[in-house]
C-alpha cells in the first residue's frame, strides 16, 4: 500500500466552546484537573504538598502587598487566550474589575502577570505554557521552580517568545513591571 493510500486519523483542535461542552457531557466539575493547550484537552499533574503551600503562600503575599484597586488575585482559575487555549495558571493577577470576572473569563489584556508553580511541569511550563503565553502577548509570567529554588521571569513577548527572559536564585530580589514598587524575596516566593 503506496503512503497516498493511507487515512491517518486526526482530530481537529478543540474550541473553548467545545471544550465546554465536552466537559458537561462528560459530568467534569471545577475538581476535574484539565485545561485546553492548543486546543488539546490536558489532564493536569495532582497538586502535592509542596506544590500547594506554594500556591497558598503566594496567594498571601500578592494579597497582603497588592491593593484592591491594583490587583485581584485569581488562584488556579482559568485564562480565555484564545479560541483553542484556557489554561488555568496557578495564580494569575488580573486588572481590577468591579464583577471580579463573575460576567466573562479574563482574557490576556486583563492579566498583569501570570505564575506557574512547577514541581513536575517545569518542561510544559517553560515550554508549551511560555510560547502560549508569549503568543497572546501575555507581559510577565513567571514560573516558581520549587524543586531548584530559582524563579523564571518571562517579560516581553513578542513573536512566540519573550525578549526578556531571566532565572533569579533564591537570594535575588523580584517585583512585578506593573507595581515595581512592591518588591519580594525570591526565597520568600518559594519557600
Known amino acids: 500500500m503506496a503512503v497516498d493510500d493511507l487515512q491517518l486519523e486526526s482530530r481537529p483542535p478543540l474550541t473553548v466552546e467545545e471544550f ?3 466537559a458537561e457531557a462528560e459530568g467534569w466539575d471545577e475538581d ?6 492548543d486546543g ?15 500556591v497558598n503562600r503566594l496567594n498571601r503575599l500578592f494579597s497582603r502587598r497588592y491593593t484592591d484597586d491594583v490587583a485581584l488575585v ?8 484564545d479560541s483553542y487555549d484556557e489554561p488555568q495558571p496557578d495564580v494569575a493577577l488580573l486588572r481590577p474589575r468591579a464583577d471580579d ?4 473569563t479574563p482574557t490576556p489584556t486583563d492579566t498583569l502577570l501570570l505564575v506557574e508553580v512547577s514541581d513536575s511541569t517545569l518542561r510544559i511550563d517553560l515550554g ?3 510560547r502560549i503565553y508569549a503568543d497572546a502577548g501575555v507581559a510577565e509570567y513567571w514560573v516558581v521552580d520549587v524543586k531548584n529554588l530559582v524563579v523564571y521571569v518571562h ?10 527572559r531571566r532565572v533569579l536564585a533564591s537570594s535575588e530580589r523580584i517585583s512585578a513591571v506593573f507595581a515595581p514598587e512592591v ?5 520568600e516566593l518559594i519557600g
Open 101 to 104: 470576572y463573575a460576567a466573562a
Open 74 to 81: 485569581s488562584v488556579q482559575n482559568p485564562i480565555r487566550i
Open 183 to 187: 518588591e519580594f524575596g525570591v526565597a
Open 32 to 37: 476535574t484537573r484539565v485545561e485546553l493547550l
Open 20 to 22: 465546554k461542552t465536552l
Open 40 to 54: 488539546e484537552v490536558v489532564w493536569m499533574s495532582p497538586i502535592n504538598d509542596p506544590h500547594a503551600g506554594c
Open 155 to 164: 517579560r516581553d513577548p513578542a513573536a512566540g517568545s519573550d525578549a526578556t
Open 128 to 130: 508549551r505554557k511560555a
